[in-house]
T-cell receptor
Framework: GQQVMQIPQYQHVQEGEDFTTYCNSSTTLSNIQWYKQRPGGHPVFLIQLVKSGEVKKQKRLTFQFGEAKKNSSLHITATQTTDVGTYFCAGMDAGKSTFGDGTTLTVKP | NAGVMQNPRHLVRRRGQEARLRCSPMKGHSHVYWYRQLPEEGLKFMVYLQKENIIDESGMPKERFSAEFPKEGPSILRIQQVVRGDSAAYFC??????????FGDGTRLSIL
């Protein structure tokens, strides 16, 4: 079955440093979605990427979808304390989503 | 514009009792997903349902767990004869086909 691997599992950064999380799928995806879960909260949808090689930006967040549609990344520039939480990718294939295990980001002020 | 509604938010059960978790999807959404999350861990897929049909239950334990999404009313995740290991947060999400999922606030289940 489809597997989605996400690395790293944890990332600790100093406020102002950059952060990147990577997502790799064992199969080609129809699209990939990114979610953020704050501590004690529920996952919240951030963005969906559909096209091969697609790049989307949301303020300090940059999302990329690989050419082969099997990998993706989320990059945060100049992290802030409000960025703390767990970032999940979810690969969509034939109507089914498979979530990665997430990358938990902590930011030291 | 109600989002995904889950109740109860917190549920306490003694070992051996039954737990019923409810999820009302967003208006217009016919796809419902249930996930379990242990503290400091990721989302573990349990089951994917459409109205009156179970599409994928590959993540559901074979015993004690069942899920339904009737034609009328909320989706129900039912855990019979709960054990301590069932303590977790259970999240429900809904979506349109092949579209992003919208999550509820979750039900925190504690087993005494």
């Amino acid at each position: 079955g489809q597997q989605v691997m996400q690395i790293p599992q944890y990332q600790h950064v100093q406020e102002g440093e950059d952060f990147t999380t990577y997502c790799n799928s064992s199969t080609t995806l129809s699209n990939i979605q990114w979610y953020k879960q704050r501590p004690g909260g529920h996952p919240v949808f951030l963005i969906q990427l559909v096209k091969s090689g697609e790049v989307k930006k949301q303020k300090r967040l940059t999302f990329q979808f690989g050419e082969a549609k099997k990998n993706s990344s989320l990059h945060i520039t100049a992290t802030q304390t409000t960025d703390v939480g767990t970032y999940f990718c979810a690969g969509m294939d034939a109507g089914k989503s498979t979530f990665g295990d997430g990358t938990t980001l902590t930011v030291k002020p | 514009n109600a989002g995904v509604m889950q109740n109860p938010r917190h549920l306490v059960r003694r070992r051996g009792q039954e737990a019923r978790l409810r999820c009302s999807p967003m208006k217009g959404h016919s796809h419902v997903y249930w996930y379990r999350q242990l503290p400091e861990e990721g989302l573990k897929f349990m089951v994917y349902l459409q109205k009156e049909n179970i599409i994928d239950e590959s993540g559901m334990p074979k015993e004690r767990f069942s899920a339904e999404f009737p034609k009328e009313g909320p989706s129900i995740l039912r855990i019979q004869q709960v054990v301590r290991g069932d303590s977790a947060a259970y999240f429900c999400a809904s979506s349109l086909f092949n579209q992003p999922q919208h999550f509820g606030d979750g039900t925190r289940l504690s087993i005494l």
